[in-house]
């Protein structure tokens, strides 16, 4: 994936007969995705994609749905079309997100950080972040463990430092 552009979500689907998507999103809240009128379309690993315009996008019953454009800058207009795209990233520039507020991370931006405890001790490094519901949960990896570390600020993750490439929590090496 091209480093400079951030995924927000997936087609999922196709819906009606006249080309629109079905989207998942993984913004918060999840209509955001549709704000960015420019979203590229990606497809497999290392995939360049292209760039779609958004047309159209609404939230339909407990998903989204919407409508882009095609390589060609013209309105999808076909199922056929629609359901190739089944899969697709869809990304967005990262200089197009806003700023994040204080003690605040785009999950983007926590991926591959290395994660250690308080005292020191090597615990892995982000390689996927998670939600359960109730909190994000770090998934951090080392040559011989799998560690899911809640993302509850103060109370398990202590510091995070982009610049350092550390996230500092309060979790020992045999949980």
């Known amino acids: ?3 400079r552009r951030v995924t927000l979500g997936r087609v ?11 989207v998942i999103s993984s913004t ?14 990606a497809k497999g690993e290392g995939s360049e994609g292209y760039q779609a315009q958004l047309l159209e996008g609404r939230v339909h019953g407990r998903g989204l749905v919407a409508q882009i454009s095609g390589r060609d800058g013209l309105p999808v207009t076909d199922r056929n079309v629609s359901e190739s795209l089944i899969g697709s990233e869809i990304q967005v520039e990262r200089s197009s997100l806003p700023p ?3 003690g605040q991370y785009y999950w983007h931006d926590l991926i591959g950080l290395k994660v250690q405890s308080e005292q020191g001790d090597a615990l892995g490094e982000v390689t996927e972040i998670t939600s359960n519901g109730a909190q994000d949960i770090l998934v951090v ?15 398990i ?12 929590a309060d979790w020992l090496p045999e949980y």
């Not at 999922?12 to 079905?22: D, F």
């Not at 993750?157 to 500092?168: A, E, N, T, Y």
Request: hydrophobic share 40%; no cysteine.
């Open 28 to 41: 918060r809240p999840e209509r955001n995705i549709l704000d960015y009128s420019r979203w590229w379309i």
């Open 100 to 102: 994040a507020g204080d």
């Open 141 to 155: 990896k080392d040559a011989e463990t799998e560690r899911l570390i809640p993302f509850v600020q103060d109370h």
């Open 1 to 3: 994936m091209n480093t």
């Open 157 to 168: 993750i202590k510091s995070v430092d982009i610049g350092q490439g550390l996230i500092v």
């Open 12 to 22: 999922v689907g196709a819906y009606g007969i006249k080309g629109w998507v079905k």
